[in-house]
Every structure is written in C-alpha cells, then in structure tokens.
C-alpha cells in the first residue's frame, strides 16, 4: 500500500513546497487562489516579462539588443530634457535682467522727461521775467515805442492771444477780444488763434466773435493816441505862451517885444490888460508870483510823494497776496492800478508846477541881471562819461572841490547807470529805503565795502527828509557825511550794533576800502535848490540828440520797479 503511494508520487525535494497536483486537478488548471504562494525566485522566472526557458538564442539577443537600445534613447531624452531646461533657465535669467534694464531706462527716461520738462518750465519763468524787466525798464524811461514792441513780440509771431488760444484759456481768450486783440492775425507757422485753439468753447468764441468791433477799438485807440499827442503840444504850447505873458491875440506885441529884444532894447516881463496894451510887470510883483509858483509845486511835491509811498504799499501788499497765494489779488491789483494812476496825475501835475517855477525863475533872472541867465555852476559830461566823472574821477576835480557831487539829470539815465552799478541805491520816495535801519546799513556797507552810497530824489525836494532821517540815525552825522569826516578817526565806529553780521566787526573795515566810498545824490529837477548847489558839486548831465527830442515824453520811474540789490 506504502508503496503505490510512493511510486504514484513525484519525488519533492526536501524544503519545497507540494504543487497544485495534490489537489486531483492537472497544473494548467490550478487556481491562484487556493494554490499556496510560490517563491520569489520562481516566481520571476515564470513572469511573462522573463525569458521563458524555452526561447531561441536569437529571441534572447533580439531582446538584449532593445532593451539597450531602448536605454540608449532614454539617456538621450534626458540629455536633451536636461539641455532644454537649462536654456530655459538661461533665457528667464536674460529675460530678467533685460527686464530690469528696461525698467531702469524707463525710470532714467521718465527722469529725463522731468528734467526737461522742468527745465522748460524755468526757461519760461525766465523769459517772463526778463521780458517785465524789460516792460518795467521801458516803464521807467518812458519809452513807448519799446514797450509796444515787447506787448506784440513773441515767438514765431505769436500773439497773446494765439497763445491763450492754444492753451485753452477761456478767461483770457475773452479778455483780450474785449481789449482789441485781432484773431485774424497769422503767426510763422500760418494759423490763426482759431485753427490752434485746444477747446470747442474757445473756437465757438473765435468764429462768432465780430471783427468790426476790433477794427472799431483799433481805431478808437489809435484815434485817442493822436488825441492825446495834439493835446500835449498844445498844452505845452500854452504853457510857454502863458510864461511869457502873451496871449494869441498879441502876437504883435510879441513880435515887437522880440525886436526891441534883438535891438538891445531893455528885458523885462509884461503882462496883459483886455483893456490896454501890455504893461511891464515889476521886479516886486515877480518875487511874488515866484513865491506862489514855488508854494504850489511844494505842494505838488509833497502830493507827489504821499502817492509814491501809497503806491509802494499797495505793491507790497499785493506782493504779499501772490506770495501766500491769497484769492484777492485782483483786489490788490486794481488798487495798485489806482495808485498808479494817481501817481501819474500828480507827476504830471508837479511837472507843470516846477515848468512854470523855472520860467519864472528864469525871467526874474534876467529881469534882474539885465542878461542872459546864468548857468548852474559845475562839471558836464554825457551819460557815456558818467564813469569816468563820478567812478574814476578823471582830473582830479572831484578830489580838487572837496564836495560830493549832485547828479543832475532830467532824463532819469544817470539813476539806472548807478542802479545797475556796485552800488548802494535808495530811492527817497520808498519809506522802506529810508528807514533809519536802512540806511544805516547801506551806509555800512558802503564803508565796509567801499562803494558809493547813492540817494535818488527823482523829481522830488527830498533833502531835507534825508537829513532828518541821518540824524535820527545819529546826531550829527549829515554834516559829517557832508565834510567827510565819517572818513577819520574810525568815525563809522558809532554806526555799529552788537546785532551786525560778522562782516561788520571792527576789524573788517580797511581804510584802503574806505577811501573809494562815494555819495552820490541824484535829483531829476532842473534847477535844484540852492540848498544843494552849495551843498554839493553839481554835475549836469548832457543829453544826446535823440535823447534830448523824447525828453519831454518820457515818463518818470516808479518807486517799486527798482530792482531790489542786497546791501553788503
């Protein structure tokens, strides 16, 4: 029985587990799920993945040669993957920095646009301000002439209003049309103040607005300029009749009084009578009427120079409104215009008081000396000269005189000639350059510096308020100021405060320096006082040709278009 066992049996190695066969059924038809699990070992070698026992030797090499080939393939997909990454990381790094460059090019453009922009915006401001320099210049020599041209000037012929136009200025654009500003006008480029304006509103403006109310203004205003041309010439005309105290209607008593002149016949006044024939009027009754003419351009003057100081407190307030950016600088500015025009009525006024004082003085001249009137006494030279007269002191007469000398000049050249010099200038008819602090200043600095102290009393008598103003300063110092004895002993020692700048110790003052200090007084009146004259040494200043033909036209400066200079 044992033995049928073991015969019907295959022999089993010892350690090895029985096959599925134990269970009655052939091995093909083993079930996975009862059979027990076999080795690791044999488990790969029955994978279909594993070379079956069975194959050729030409199967196995066909298989080792794809399985390297296939590895071959996958090192190259790597290699090129790996290739393809690091370009890909060099290009973000370029990409990168190309970025960032582009980044700061921008921000350097964006810099430079700024830059320019800015510096196009101080090219503007300057040009806006030289060109009220120059309108505040031509203002102060009366050149009409000049300041038409700067009001029409601009670049490539561009009219104000091109401008307004163009900026879109809708105020301003309206504002000139009202005051006679032509829109028909072309600039250098060929358009018109219509063809550049920016907004709707301002072309429906430009197209509607009717060009014969401009041609109406333009000859109105054109009409009026002659009006007033034709009235000055026969003001002035009048003036000088009524000097001489002859009326239109003796013409030939004039002729006579003009021969009995040239024959050598006696020079005296006359006046006239509807009822006679010209009487002489005597040395007594001349005095008087002097008298009278003299208290009336007092007066005038004294008018004058409360509408200068008014005038300059109203610029600066006004100053002071544009400075704090306040809302009521239109306000300012029409007073400003207001005192301006007051200034100019009573300038006017003190002109004709001080004309009618010369001719009367000049005819009790010559009534009282029986000649020909005598001349200021003095030095004379032109505006070209005034460098070598009162700087450099060509001659010696200056130092030979011992006086300081009194400018005068009718035609206002010689004040913007020192103006525009190393110089201390005060205007008298500002109150703020005749402060006491003020003066006292530019006196120092003048003697610190050794420079020329200039006092400009314009059309004005204003000596006497210097002199009250020096010796509220410091008793005394007019006349050492006149003397020059502020000169020696260290006499500037009792002008220096505790509160000076460093600059003003003691020890900065050289003698070297302050033996070129100067006093200059500047005065636009023909005859000046006598005060003056003995005072000072009188230097006229001669007119050219041209100059001498727009004398009378000119108009006379203004307190506050001096420009302001640092007193050292």
């Not at 012929?157 to 006679?180: C, I, K, M, S």
């Not at 008593?253 to 020079?267: E, F, H, V, Y």
């Not at 001498?548 to 036209?553: E, I, P």
Request: hydrophobic residues 35%; proline residues 5%.
């Amino acid at each position: 029985m044992s033995s049928k066992k073991a015969a019907g049996r295959s022999p089993v190695k010892k350690g090895a587990k029985p096959s599925g066969a134990a269970s009655g059924k052939p091995d093909h038809q083993t079930d996975g799920k009862d059979a027990a699990p076999a080795d690791d070992t044999v488990h790969r070698q029955e994978t279909p993945g594993s070379h079956p026992t069975g194959l050729s030797r030409e199967a196995k090499a066909a298989l080792t040669l794809q399985c390297a080939f296939r590895r071959i393939l996958a090192c190259r997909e790597r290699k090129r993957r790996l290739k393809e990454r690091q370009e890909y990381e060099e290009l973000m790094d370029r990409l990168q920095k190309e970025a960032f460059v582009a980044l700061v090019r921008r921000e350097q453009e964006e810099a430079e646009q700024a830059r320019k922009k800015e510096e196009e915006e101080k090219k503007k401001q300057r040009e806006e301000q030289q060109r009220k320099k120059r309108m505040l210049e031509a203002a102060f020599e009366g050149d009409v002439e000049e300041m038409k041209a700067i009001l029409k000037e601009g670049a490539f012929n561009r009219t104000p209003l091109y401008r307004a136009a163009f900026g879109g200025h809708l105020a301003a654009v309206e504002l000139l049309l009202q005051h006679g500003a032509d829109p028909r006008l072309y600039a250098d480029d060929g358009n018109t103040p219509e063809q550049v304006a920016s907004l709707d509103s301002v072309v429906a403006i430009l197209s509607a607005w009717d060009v014969t109310l401009t041609d109406t203004m333009l000859q109105k205003m054109e009409a009026e300029q002659q009006r007033r041309v034709l009235q000055k010439q026969r003001h002035k005309e009048a003036e000088v009749r009524q000097a001489r105290g002859v009326p239109k209607s003796h013409s030939k008593d004039l002729a006579l009084r003009r021969s009995r002149k040239t024959r050598g016949g006696p020079n005296v006044l006359f006046t006239s009578s509807s009822k006679g024939p010209l009487m002489p009027l005597g040395p007594h009754r001349t005095t008087e009427a002097v008298e009278q003419l003299a208290k009336e351009h007092e007066r005038c003057s004294r008018e004058l120079q409360q509408a200068y100081a008014e005038l300059n407190r109203r610029i600066t307030e006004h100053d002071k409104c544009q400075r704090k950016q306040m809302g009521n600088t239109e306000l300012t500015l029409h007073a400003v215009a207001d005192a301006e025009g007051l200034v100019e009525k009573l300038r006017v006024a003190a002109e004709e008081a001080e004309e009618k004082l010369s001719l009367a003085r000049l005819k009790l001249r010559e009534q009282m000396q029986e000649g020909s009137p005598s001349e200021i006494p003095g030095l004379k030279c032109s505006v070209q000269e005034l460098d070598d007269v009162l700087m450099k002191d060509v001659g010696g007469k200056m130092q030979t005189d011992g006086r300081w000398p009194l400018i005068i000049d009718p035609s206002g050249q010689a004040a913007i000639f020192l103006r525009y010099r190393d110089t201390n200038y005060l205007n008298t008819a500002n109150p703020a350059d005749m402060a006491v602090e003020a003066i006292r200043l530019a006196l120092l600095g003048s003697l610190r510096y050794g420079k020329p102290l200039v006092f400009d009393m314009m059309e004005l008598d204003m000596f006497d308020t210097v002199k009250k103003q020096l010796e509220r300063l410091e008793t005394g110092l007019t006349q050492a100021l006149l003397s020059k004895k502020i000169l020696e002993s260290e006499r500037y020692r009792s002008l220096l405060r505790p509160t000076d700048r460093p600059e003003y110790a003691e020890t900065e003052f050289q003698i070297a320096r302050m033996e070129k200090f100067r006093l200059f007084v500047v005065t636009k009146r023909h005859h000046p006082p006598e005060e003056l004259l003995q005072a000072f040494l009188p230097v006229q200043v001669l007119l050219s040709g041209m100059a001498r033909r727009k004398r009378s036209f000119r108009r006379p400066p203004l307190p506050q278009v001096a420009p302001a200079r640092p007193v050292r």
